[in-house]
C-alpha cells in the first residue's frame, strides 16, 4: 500500500461527505497523480462482515475498467488512531450531482440536458450488468455521479454495494441516512441489493433531473407515485411543462412501482429507454397510482403536488414535440430626419445636388410581449442621391436572422450535439457554495443554454463561416469532412455554413458518421467514445490461490491479483507473483487480440515453515476462536496457526465484545491484529457531591450522567474537601450503562 495513502493524518481538506463517510484528496507516492479517498464512517465498518465483503467485491471488479466509471484502486486500513477503513479510486475532476441540485435554487437542467444525462447513465449501469450477471452497483445515487466539465456521467464507488447489503437496514433508512433508493420487497424481508435495485436507484436520479432537484425524506419511499405523476418538466425556454407520457411511464417502470410491469435489470431499461426517445414504443398505458402500493400491506399516501405549476391538465397527456418557443423579433424600423429640398439651376440643364445624407437614426423595437425596448444606431456607408420627387425614402424593414438552435426531439437515436464550452473546474479555492454554483453554470451552459447568449450579447459582424471542434477518446483518429481528410483528433476546423458529413476512422471497427448544421459565427463541439484498436495488442487475466499476490511483468510491478492488464505486446512475457507465502515465476506467451489467462496456485516453497502466529495487543483478556474452535487468549504474547488465510473471532463474553477479522499470516511470522477498542457509558453519583477521578483524569462533578469510557474495569474517585475521598471498582460493558453511586457521609 501506498504510504501517503496509508497515513490517517493527511492535512487534505474535505471535498464531500455523504452518510457513507469522508472524500479526501490524496497524491500518491509519485506526486504525479490525485486520488480521491472514502474514509467509511466506523458505525458501518463495525459490522463484522462489512470489511469481507467490500474486499471481495472490490477483487471480483478489479479488472473492470469503463469510461463512464472512476477505477477503485484498493481497500485499505488507514494507520490513524481508529484505523480508518478507506476505499482509494481515482479523483475526478468535475462535481457531484446531488451538489448541483442541492444548490440550485430553481431547476437548471432543462428536458434536453436531463434525458441526455439519463441516457449516459443507464448505459453506463447496463455495461456493468453485462460485464458481471450477478453483481450489482447497489448504491447509485446523486451523491455518487459526477458530470465532468464536458457534461460526461462517471459513476464511483461502485464496489460497495455486497458491503452495505450486510448491514441489513430497513428500506426507510437505507434511504433516510445513506440515501440508497431500494424497491419494494415482500413484508418481514430484508432489502435484496440485486440489478433490480440498481434500476429502482436509476428511477431515482432520472426523477430528480427531470425535477432539477433531490428528493426529500417524505417524498421517498410513501410518496414516490404521486412526486412522478404530478411532475413537470423544465423546457429549453425555462418554463415547466407537462412530463411526455412515454417518459414517465418508463420512470415508473424503473422506480418498480408496479412489480408486474418492471425493469429486471439496466439492459431492459435502456432497450425500452431507446424506444419511448425513438418514438417506437407501442401505446403507453396510463398508471393508476391509486392502486399501487409501496409493500404488500401499506399504501401509498396521496398528496398535493410540491410545486405550485400554472394550471395543468391531467398528468398524462399527448406527448408535446419539445420545441424552442420563437426567440422574440426584432423589427427595425428607420425614421428618416427631414431633408432641405435642393432648388434646380436656373440654367437649361438639371443635375439633382450630390450630397451626403446624414445618418438615420435606427430604433429596433422588439416585440413589447417579449423584450424591453432597445436603441442602436444604423450607420450606413453607402452615399444617398437626393430625389426630387420624394423628399426622404424610407428604408426596408431589418430584421436579425434567426441564430441556428439543437432541438431534442424525441426520434434522434444519438445524442445531441452539444455546444461544450472550454471550460475547467479548479481545486476548490473557495467555499463549496460557490463552487458548486460554478458547476451548476457550466454544466446549464454545456447541455444546452443557448438562450441565455442570445440575450447578453448584442448582435455583431458574424463570421464568414463556422468552428467545429471534435475530441475523441482514444485520440488519433482520422477525420473526413464531406469526404475530405481533415487531419487526426483532436482537431478544430473552420467550416463554411451549411450542412456537413463528419466521419471517423480508426483502425478497430466501423466508421463513425455524423450529420451536423454549422451556422455563420456558430462553435460546435463535439466529444466522440471510439473503440479502442486491439488487434495489435494481446490482455492478461491473473488470478492466484489465495488472492493477493503482487504481480511483476517483464520487471515491472502491475498490482495485485486477481488482475487484467491490457496492451501486452504479442510474444513472451515474464510473470514474478510474490507473496507472503511464496514467490513464483512464469512465463505467458501473448497473441493479438486475444486475452490469455494466468490461474496460479501458491503454495510454500519445500521446507519452508507452514505455519505462523497471530498476535493481539487489548486491555483485557480476550478468547479467540476459529470455525467456533477455540485457538487462545490474549493472555499469551502469539498463537500458532497454519499460514495464510484466516477468519477469527475474538471474544469477551463478560463486556459483551464480539468482533470479527480476517488476516493473513505468512509462513514462519507473527501478524498482529489491530484492536479498534470500544467504549461505553457509566452514570456516576454521590452524596452530598464529590469531584470524579478516572484513572488520574478529572472527569467532573456529580451528577453525571452520561460518562464515556472505554469498556473494561476502572477505579473511579470520588473526592470532598470536608468528607474526604472514596474509591469504587466499576466494569463497564457494552452490554448496558454502568451505574456507581457513594454516600460520602457515610465512612467506610
Not at 27 to 35: F, I, V
Amino acid at each position: 500500500m501506498d504510504p501517503a495513502l496509508a497515513t490517517g493524518t493527511s492535512t487534505a481538506s474535505v471535498v464531500f461527505q455523504d452518510g457513507l463517510g469522508e472524500r479526501r484528496r490524496v497524491t500518491d507516492a509519485t506526486g504525479t497523480e490525485t486520488l480521491e479517498r472514502l474514509c467509511l464512517r466506523a458505525e458501518l465498518t463495525a459490522i463484522p462482515s462489512f470489511e469481507f465483503a467490500l474486499r471481495e467485491r472490490a477483487s471480483r471488479l478489479a479488472g473492470f475498467r469503463h469510461t463512464y466509471y472512476a477505477r477503485v484502486r484498493s481497500v485499505d486500513r488507514l494507520n490513524d488512531a481508529a484505523s480508518t477503513l478507506a476505499v482509494v479510486s481515482e479523483s475526478i475532476r468535475g462535481v457531484r450531482l446531488s451538489t448541483l441540485l442541492a444548490k440550485a435554487d430553481r431547476p437548471t437542467i432543462d428536458i434536453n440536458a436531463a434525458v441526455h444525462l439519463i441516457r449516459q447513465l443507464v448505459s453506463a449501469v447496463s455495461v456493468l450488468h453485462e460485464t458481471a450477471r450477478d453483481i450489482a452497483h447497489g448504491a447509485i445515487g446523486a451523491e455518487r455521479i459526477v458530470i465532468t466539465p464536458n457534461a460526461r456521467v462517471i459513476i464511483v464507488e461502485h464496489v460497495l454495494g455486497a458491503a452495505i447489503e450486510q448491514l441489513h437496514y430497513s428500506r426507510d433508512r437505507y434511504w433516510s441516512e445513506l440515501r440508497i433508493a431500494m424497491p419494494p420487497s415482500p413484508t418481514g424481508s430484508m432489502p435484496r441489493f440485486d440489478q433490480r435495485t440498481d434500476v429502482t436507484q436509476v428511477g431515482i436520479v432520472s426523477l430528480s433531473l427531470i425535477l432539477g432537484r433531490l428528493l426529500t425524506d417524505e417524498e421517498y419511499p410513501t410518496q414516490i407515485a404521486d412526486v412522478l405523476s404530478s411532475a413537470w418538466a423544465n423546457s429549453s425556454t425555462g418554463e415547466l411543462e407537462p412530463m411526455p407520457p412515454g417518459l414517465r411511464a418508463w420512470i415508473a417502470r424503473a422506480l418498480q412501482l408496479d412489480p408486474r410491469n418492471s425493469f429486471a435489470s439496466a439492459l431492459e431499461a435502456r432497450n425500452d429507454l431507446e424506444k419511448v426517445l425513438s418514438g417506437d414504443e407501442e401505446e403507453v398505458a396510463e398508471i393508476d397510482t391509486s392502486e399501487i402500493q409501496t409493500t404488500e400491506d401499506e399504501p401509498i399516501a396521496s398528496v398535493q403536488p410540491h410545486a405550485a405549476p400554472p394550471p395543468m391538465p391531467a398528468p398524462f397527456v399527448a406527448a408535446p414535440k419539445l420545441e424552442p418557443r420563437p426567440e422574440p423579433r426584432l423589427e427595425a424600423r428607420i425614421e428618416p430626419r427631414p431633408q432641405p429640398r435642393q432648388e434646380p439651376k436656373t440654367d437649361d440643364k438639371f443635375e439633382p445636388a450630390q450630397h451626403v445624407r446624414p445618418e438615420p437614426k435606427v430604433e429596433l423595437r422588439p416585440d413589447p410581449k417579449h423584450e424591453p425596448k432597445l436603441e442602436l444606431k444604423h450607420e450606413p456607408k453607402h452615399d444617398l442621391k437626393h430625389d426630387p420627387k420624394h423628399e426622404s425614402r424610407p428604408e426596408p424593414r431589418l430584421e436579425p436572422k434567426p441564430e441556428p438552435r439543437h432541438e431534442f426531439r424525441f426520434g434522434a437515436h444519438e445524442p445531441p450535439v452539444i455546444d461544450e464550452l472550454e471550460l475547467e473546474i479548479e481545486a476548490p479555492r473557495r467555499s463549496l457554495p460557490m463552487a458548486a454554483i460554478a458547476a451548476a453554470a457550466i454544466v446549464v451552459l454545456a447541455l444546452g443554454g443557448f438562450a441565455a447568449r442570445k440575450f447578453l450579447f448584442a448582435p455583431a459582424t458574424v463570421s464568414a463561416t463556422g468552428t467545429f471542434s471534435v475530441s475523441t477518446n482514444p485520440v488519433g483518429a482520422q477525420l473526413f469532412v464531406d469526404g475530405q481528410s481533415r487531419g487526426v483528433t483532436p482537431l478544430t476546423l473552420a467550416l463554411n455554413p451549411g450542412p456537413h458529413s463528419v466521419e471517423l476512422r480508426t483502425d478497430s471497427g466501423e466508421p463513425r458518421t455524423m450529420p451536423i448544421t454549422i451556422a455563420a459565427g456558430q462553435q460546435i463541439s463535439q466529444y466522440v467514445e471510439l473503440p479502442r484498436s486491439v488487434a495489435a495488442f494481446g490482455q492478461l487475466q491473473i488470478r492466484t490461490e489465495p488472492a493477493g499476490a503482487q504481480v511483476t511483468i517483464d520487471g515491472a510491478v502491475k498490482g495485485k491479483a486477481p488482475l487484467l492488464i491490457d496492451a501486452l505486446t504479442p510474444g513472451e512475457h515474464a510473470i514474478v507473483l510474490e507473496s507472503d507465502i511464496a514467490t513464483v515465476k512464469q512465463t505467458v506467451t501473448i497473441e493479438a487480440g486475444q486475452t490469455a489467462s494466468l490461474v496460479v496456485p501458491i503454495a510454500p516453497a519445500e521446507g519452508a515453515p507452514i505455519s505462523g502466529w497471530v498476535s493481539v495487543q487489548a486491555p483485557v483478556e480476550l478468547q479467540l476462536f476459529e470455525n467456533k474452535k477455540m485457538l487462545g487468549t490474549t493472555l499469551s504474547d502469539r498463537i500458532m496457526v497454519s499460514a495464510g488465510r484466516h477468519e477469527i473471532e475474538i471474544v469477551n463474553e463478560t463486556l459483551g465484545y464480539r468482533v470479527v477479522r480476517t488476516v493473513q499470516v505468512p509462513p514462519g511470522k507473527i501478524a498482529p491484529i489491530t484492536m479498534n477498542w470500544p467504549t461505553g457509558s457509566i452514570a456516576v453519583n454521590a452524596m452530598p457531591w464529590a469531584e470524579v477521578w478516572v484513572e488520574g483524569q478529572r472527569m467532573g462533578e456529580t451528577p453525571i450522567g452520561n460518562l464515556t469510557l472505554p469498556i473494561g474495569p476502572h477505579e473511579i474517585v470520588f473526592r470532598n474537601p470536608e468528607l474526604g475521598e472514596q474509591r469504587q471498582a466499576v466494569t463497564v460493558t457494552l452490554k448496558a450503562p454502568a451505574r456507581v453511586s457513594v454516600d460520602l457521609r457515610k465512612k467506610q
